[in-house]
């Protein structure tokens, strides 16, 4: 994990992403941006930023036309 990868600098909104991204890599190896709003119930604006913001901050990396999760040495209960 780099010094960059601050979570507690993340919005109650960007962890909500995280953990959908974080489940979604577990199941399917990655999460593509429709099952990313069905998983969180937010709209499709609201999670486009903050994949954005995740993104930002190397917490989620792009994969093919999903997300995955970037490096990391925490753990995410769901």
């Known amino acids: 994990m780099t010094e960059g990868h601050d979570v507690q600098s993340l919005s109650d909104v960007d962890i909500h992403v995280y953990e959908a ?22 709209d499709e604006d609201d999670v486009r930023e903050s994949l954005t913001t ?19 040495t925490f753990e995410v209960e769901y």
């Open 21 to 42: 991204v974080a489940s979604e890599a577990v199941e399917h190896g990655g999460a593509g941006l429709a099952r990313l709003v069905r998983a969180t119930g937010l």
């Open 54 to 72: 995740l993104i930002e901050h190397g917490h989620v990396v792009p994969k093919g036309e999903g997300y995955a999760l970037g490096p990391h």
